[in-house]
């Protein structure tokens, strides 16, 4: 196992990159060093190779795992939130993340969750033919394996001040991209940790899904705006590299959507489609499942979007919703 890149940032926050599986490549997890202790936000997804990386980690950067302060969350998706119970094994610390996230880990990952099936169900009545949603059960269940073992979870409470390694933290949650998600803003020294919730030349995905948040689009624009609020030099992202601009780049994501809001109104206007159909004109045809499970719940989002501006609206045809635009 090679030594991961790490690169040191200044007030001792170090990025490591957490390897992940395509298109990603990599995930960031944040080591902020205090006086005498050090915390981690987001390990990574758990797999051999990456609980050896971090042995090479804190080896080479000479930390001590029993001083590991705290593990903290961004959000649930298994890119982050992975190696946190294998991580809380080696040192003992507490593992953080908000209220809202943890109910989104056990909607995914808790014991007899239904996730799979529900999401079947779902996207079975948006059009998406059997021959994929058969392969989604064996799929989902792919990604159990990195989020073995589960932690043991201490809650945050959004926008009460959060002490890191010695330093405070403004907690604050936004949704859309996953329900709960957390960034973290250090005002004296100007910096988000961003999580997923701002990513440089990526959009970041949003999901409707079953059972979580109904207008996760509306929520994710919303969190956009509150985000940009925040005086901010550097931003911390979940994936790629650390960026400025913070601000410019919360602008151009909601442009971004209002751009897509409107390629799939143009789409549902020349005829009514269903969600799948959407799906397929918007986006590349040649997508893995991974890519195309995002690709679906991004449509959808955007869909339901429509109509809650009162943009479109939807009927049933043959146990399908099919969306029509009004202009
Ligand atoms: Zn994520
Ligand atoms: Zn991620």
Request: one cysteine or more.
């Amino acid at each position: 196992m090679e030594l991961p890149e790490i690169t040191m940032f200044e007030h001792g926050i170090i990025q490591v990159k957490i390897a992940m599986s395509y298109p990603l490549r990599w995930v960031n997890s944040y080591i902020i060093v205090g006086d005498h202790t050090w915390s981690v936000i987001d390990p990574g997804p758990r797999s051999e190779e990456n609980e050896a990386a971090w042995q090479k980690v804190w080896g080479t950067l000479e930390l001590d795992v029993a001083q590991l302060e705290s593990i903290i969350l961004t959000h649930h998706h298994p890119d982050h939130y992975g190696l946190a119970g294998w991580l809380q094994a080696q040192s003992d610390a507490p593992v953080y993340m908000s209220a809202r996230s943890l109910a989104e880990a056990r909607l995914s990952w808790g014991e007899g969750n239904t996730a799979a099936y529900d999401l079947i169900d779902f996207y079975t009545v948006n059009g998406m033919p059997n021959e994929i949603t058969d392969q989604l059960p064996e799929h989902l269940q792919s990604f159990v394996a990195q989020v073995l073992p589960q932690p043991q979870v201490s809650i945050i409470t959004p926008e009460q001040p959060f002490k890191i390694s010695g330093h405070w933290w403004i907690p604050i949650q936004t949704s859309g991209h996953a329900a709960g998600h957390l960034s973290f803003y250090q005002a004296d020294w100007k910096l988000m940790i961003c999580g997923d919730a701002v990513l440089p030349q990526i959009s970041p995905n949003i999901s409707l899904i079953p059972n979580s948040d109904p207008e996760p689009l509306q929520s994710y624009l919303d969190g956009l705006r509150i985000l940009g609020e925040y005086e901010v030099e550097w931003a911390y992202p979940g994936h790629r590299r650390p960026f400025t601009g913070f601000r410019e780049r919360t602008v151009k994501l909601l442009d971004h959507h209002e751009q897509r809001l409107d390629a799939m109104a143009e789409r549902i206007r020349i005829q009514p489609l269903n969600g799948y159909d959407v799906c397929m004109s918007i986006f590349n045809s040649k997508l893995t499942l991974h890519q195309l499970r995002f690709a679906m719940s991004e449509t959808l989002a955007h869909l339901e979007e429509l109509i809650r501006r009162d943009r479109a609206h939807k009927y049933q045809q043959d146990g399908i919703w099919i969306y029509t635009a009004h202009e």
